[in-house]
């Protein structure tokens, strides 16, 4: 799977979490966007998770904070 096709499905995975208009891009974080607040965090984690059929664990989960980092994990676990 390529990158984007990784960030697509990382895209579908946020739209399905956040009900809020957004642009959706790799500079996209908990920092920039004010609806990612922890609840919608872990609910996001676990859509992804199901999406790409692997589990995070919590030291993991807590640096997945930008759409960056959440592509990154994923191709070092799809690689």
């Given at each position: ?28 974080s ?30 993991t ?14 191709q070092?676990?799809?690689?």
């Open positions: 799977m390529n990158e984007d096709q990784i960030l697509e499905k990382i895209h579908t995975c946020f739209t399905k979490v956040f009900d809020e208009e957004f642009h959706f891009n790799k500079d996209l908990r920092e920039n966007f004010g609806y990612w607040d922890s609840m919608h965090h872990i609910t996001l984690l676990v859509e992804i998770e199901k999406t790409f059929g692997f589990r995070f664990d919590g030291a989960a807590a640096v997945l904070t930008s759409v960056d980092n959440i592509l990154t994990e994923i070092s676990r799809l690689n």
